[in-house]
Structure formats: C-alpha cells, structure tokens
C-alpha cells in the first residue's frame, strides 16, 4: 500500500513540489517528484526461523516502512483540453533500513508505471499497475493497510505480490455514477503455445454515498507467462471479496471478507473488521481483527489484532506507534508484519502466540 491509493503496498497521499515541464500549446503539464520515508524499530515475542519454520525467541529490529511503504516516484499529467487529460506514474519502492529496493516486485520501477487518458468517459490505462481487487483490500481495511497487524499482512501471506504489482495490464474505471464505480483489468500474460498462461483479471464494484459504502471485488490469476519478477507476482489464485463501510463524523467502521483460492496452497477466508477514529485532527486511533480459516482443514487458521496511534507532527511528519498479537493453529503461519527483508522478516509467524510492537516515523514529501 494502500498509504497508496494503495499503499502496498500502501501509502497515504501526499503533497508534492511540482517542477514545470515544457508544454505544447494549449496544454498544461507538470511532473510531480513525491515520496514516503518510513522507519521504524520492531520488537517481537517469537521469530520465525526461515530454515526451519520454527520459533527463533524474540528479537528487536530496525525495519523499513513500519507504517507505510517507503518509495518515491514521479507524476506527470498535461490537459490535452475538452476535459481530457493525459496521466503517467512511475513509482519505486526503497528500503530506508539498508538503502536496496523494497515494497514492490523487485524492480527499480516495480510499484507502479503506466500512462493513462481521463476524461469524462473514465479512466484507461496501461501498464504496471495495482487491481481491482487490491484497491479494494486498501478501502476496506480500518487500519489503512498498515505494514503492521492490518490485512496486507495475511494478503501477502497467502499471495505474495500477486494482485497489488501486476504487469502487462488494461484497465478502465468507470466515471462515478449515482456513487457506484466500477473498474476492470487484464494482465496480458502469454507464452509459446499457451495464450492463457500468466493472464491475470479483476473487477471491481463500488458504492459510496459519502456516509455508507459497499463493494464487491473479484480476481483470477494464472500461473506461468513470460513476466519474471524478484517477487513473485504470478502466484496463481482466484480471489472474491465483500465489504462494507459507515462514517458517522471523525468515526469510521469497516467491515470484509476475503477469499483467497490458491493453486498448491491454502484455500483461506479471511474476516476481518475494525474502526478508525480521529480524536483530534492530528491525532488518529485505529484498531482491526483478522480472522483466517483453511477451508480444507479448519484445524489451520489464525487471528491477528492490531492497534495504532498516529500523531501529526507536521502536515509531512508522523510519528507513530502499533501493538499486535497473532495466534496461529495447525499450519497456519500469519505474521505481524510486512518488512520484505528476507532477515528479520516477520511476515511469517510461528505455531502459538506472538505479540510485537513497532514504533517510528514517517515523513511524506
């Protein structure tokens, strides 16, 4: 995130400086330099041992994007007139704990990088892009997809970046009509003798009335294609998810389900549900549950629970705080947190309770 429009995967947006760019005549453009920078120190009851599967004991940590994911990128739109416009973003996730690529598939550009036209008719676009199917994860999650203790975390657990960094891909967005909106994608995957292989789509589904939302989203992705990433985005799953949301003032509750169908896998449904509340304009509380569940064999499943309290130093400057408990059964193996290192990484947990807790800052430009 989704924060992103997503963040995350998934980062809040932020102001920016704009450098002008030459235009031709009758247009405006303009490029946006923006990012995220978000560090924090992770402490954690129980490790899981990558080797082994087992429990490490606990550890400390300095970790990269503790609340959103740390990246940088570049915006770029020009008026092309008659309302329509012309959009392209690329986008890099970075590691602040060790100055290496992070929070993306890999790649130096792997979050996001497509060019778009928007116009009364919608939106289309072309290339790396975010789901349907994840725009929706972020929007119906309290806790805004934190890195720490929100849904991103039994996501990547059971998908990896499969659905968030998806390549090769079409999409068009309906414009708001009524207060639905609905999107659509296709990952254009293929290889020798096999058009279907790799091929990824979603649709999404979205009502919003400005006090109650709803929204459906779907997925299917296959496995194979000729896209190679760092980070596998290609696992193959079928994807469905259902959700809900109510604000009343600075007081937002939300609610979901999740379904994730994995080839090899997992066959998970995941409930999850929390609320969002700003004591004052500067100052956030927030707190969510996730309860995941093997289909196959419901002797697999977990819950994890997480707090936070966000501060606003700055219009730019956040400091925050998180604590989160998960408690796996059978096989299950949801962790804390989404640091991607393969080294300290909590995205795993282990058999049995793991509390943990991070705290940090993040600084948006």
């Not at 247009?27 to 924090?40: F, K």
């Not at 602040?96 to 996001?112: E, I, K, P, T």
């Not at 659509?184 to 589904?205: D, K, P, T, V, W």
Request: glycine content about 16%; aromatic content about 10%.
């Amino acid at each position: 995130m989704l924060k992103t429009s997503v963040s995350l995967a998934c980062a809040a947006a932020s102001g920016c400086a704009l450098l002008c760019v030459p235009a031709a005549a009758h247009a405006e453009g303009s490029v946006t330099l923006y990012g995220i920078v978000d560090g924090s120190v992770l402490v954690t009851s129980r490790t899981r041992d990558s080797a082994t599967g087992q429990n490490d004991g606990a550890r400390v940590s300095v970790t990269d994007s503790g609340l959103s994911p740390s990246m940088f990128g570049l915006a770029g739109k020009e008026d092309l007139g008659g309302g329509l416009t012309a959009e392209f973003k690329l986008e890099s996730g970075v590691n602040v704990a060790d100055g290496g690529l992070n929070n993306s598939n890999g790649n130096l550009f792997g979050r996001q990088a497509w060019l778009a036209l928007r116009g009364d008719f919608g939106e289309v676009k072309t290339g790396l892009q975010y789901s349907p199917f994840f725009l929706a994860l972020y929007d119906l999650d309290p806790r805004g997809c934190s890195q720490f203790g929100s849904s991103l975390v039994p996501y990547l657990n059971n998908v990896v970046g499969t659905g968030i960094f998806n390549a090769n891909a079409l999409s068009y967005s309906t414009p708001v009509l009524a207060g639905f909106q609905g999107r659509a994608m296709i990952g254009l995957g293929g290889e020798a003798g096999n058009f279907s292989a790799g091929r990824q789509y979603s649709l999404s589904l979205r009502y919003d009335n400005g006090t109650l939302a709803a929204q459906a989203a779907f997925y299917d992705g296959n496995g194979g294609g000729t896209v190679a990433t760092p980070l596998p985005t290609t696992v193959p799953f079928i994807g469905r998810m259902l959700g809900a949301s109510y604000k009343i003032g600075s007081l937002t509750a939300k609610a979901s389900f999740a379904s994730y169908k994995v080839a090899g896998g997992f066959s998970s449904n995941v409930y999850g549900g929390g609320l969002d509340y700003f004591v004052l304009p500067q100052f956030d509380v927030n707190g969510g549950a996730w309860f995941t569940s093997d289909r196959n064999d419901t002797g697999n499943h977990s819950i994890l629970a997480a707090i936070g309290a966000n501060y606003l130093l700055s219009r730019a400057t956040t400091l925050y705080a998180q604590l989160g408990v998960v408690d796996n059964h059978g096989a299950m193996n949801t962790g804390l947190d989404v640091d991607g290192r393969a080294v300290d990484s909590a995205l795993y947990g282990v058999h049995g309770t793991t509390v943990g807790g991070n705290v940090g800052v993040r600084h948006i430009f």
